[in-house]
């Protein structure tokens, strides 16, 4: 049995420990892998190598990903993805684990329907916004990170005097500005999944300072309706001039060891992985809900629809 393993899309802390996990479980159990650099970028250039125990040492700790990842067009069309299929069948691989977001996933299941393929997702992206599972590889580090520069911001936000907007990733997806927003204390959290009322923000803002409060922190998601630049402009207008920054944090999420969290959530759903192609399943989507390892048929996975995380959006109500 050969077994072919890539990342795809934006990488995400955690993907090499994914990537080790499986490698080792495919070993354990007899099987060989390949490894393919770029994503399905290197699938269709023929970039592949045969992996061993020693080519995932010491990297369950690093973030990046060592097979790199790349966004590929050409795997957007039914010739591209024939071509890579040939290549796969090329090297007799017989089943393809792909890491990475939705597109990647969906790149994956598009592969399987075409040729039938036998392919397996796991969920690598920072901005947990796959719906199959409660959290996704890369989400648990990329919080923290955030979270640490929410502590590192207010402290010179509060030595100025000052209301400061931190910019976090998430285009479609709020949960990094969420999570991190509501454990780092932020005053004002902005998502794309909730509508937002400026004279609430504004009211809010003023009430802290009528109180004492000498420094504001609002976290807003990349992709929420108003841009940081915009919203700061509003705010310094409506605040009678108060100083109003922005900082973006940016692809400083994407990097960085992963948590200890993310580390086993990439271990345990890459040796369920291994078990589900040792079962003969042609096809599945691996995460994990509460504590428990799940898997769906790609398919059924993809048509999932997020939950809008009420719960945390009710207790930002309360606290915030």
């Given at each position: ?16 420990a ?14 060989e ?36 990842t ?18 796969l ?56 990170t ?5 502590g ?6 509060s ?63 990349e992709?929420?309706?108003?841009s ?22 940016g692809?400083?999420?994407?990097g ?12 345990r ?52």
């Amino acid at each position: 049995m050969r077994v072919g393993i890539l990342t795809s899309g934006g990488d995400a802390p955690g993907m090499n420990a994914c990537v080790r996990a499986v490698v080792r479980g495919c070993i354990y159990y007899g099987m060989e892998v390949i490894g393919i650099h770029q994503g399905y970028e290197g699938l269709l250039n023929d970039d592949m190598e045969m992996l061993q125990t020693s080519s995932v040492a010491d990297i369950i700790h690093r973030g990046g990903t060592i097979l790199q990842t790349a966004r590929c067009a050409r795997f957007e069309n039914d010739e591209g993805i024939l071509d890579a299929y040939e290549n796969l069948r090329k090297h007799g691989i017989e089943a393809l684990v792909v890491i990475g977001g939705d597109g990647t996933m969906r790149g994956a299941l598009r592969l399987h329907e075409l040729t039938r393929m036998r392919v397996f997702g796991l969920p690598g992206t920072i901005d947990n916004d796959l719906a199959y599972t409660d959290f996704t590889i890369g989400f648990d580090t990329s919080v923290n990170t955030a979270l640490n520069a929410i502590g590192n911001i207010r402290d010179t936000s509060s030595s100025h005097g000052r209301t400061t907007i931190i910019e976090v990733m998430g285009r479609d997806c709020g949960d990094i500005a969420l999570h991190a927003g509501l454990a780092g204390g932020a005053e004002t959290i902005i998502i794309p999944e909730r509508p937002f009322d400026l004279d609430d923000i504004v009211k809010k803002l003023q009430a802290g300072r009528a109180r004492g409060k000498r420094h504001s922190i609002i976290v807003k998601a990349e992709g929420a309706a108003i841009s940081s630049a915009d919203l700061a402009a509003v705010l310094t207008e409506r605040m009678g001039g108060v100083e109003v920054k922005v900082v973006i944090l940016g692809y400083i999420q994407r990097g960085g060891s992963p948590t200890a969290r993310d580390r086993i959530l990439a271990s345990r759903t890459g040796v369920r992985c291994v078990e589900l192609i040792r079962e003969g399943v042609s096809n599945a989507a691996i995460g994990i809900k509460g504590d428990t390892i799940v898997d769906y048929p790609l398919s059924v996975a993809l048509a999932m629809e997020k939950d809008s995380h009420l719960e945390y959006q009710r207790i930002c109500d309360i606290l915030l």
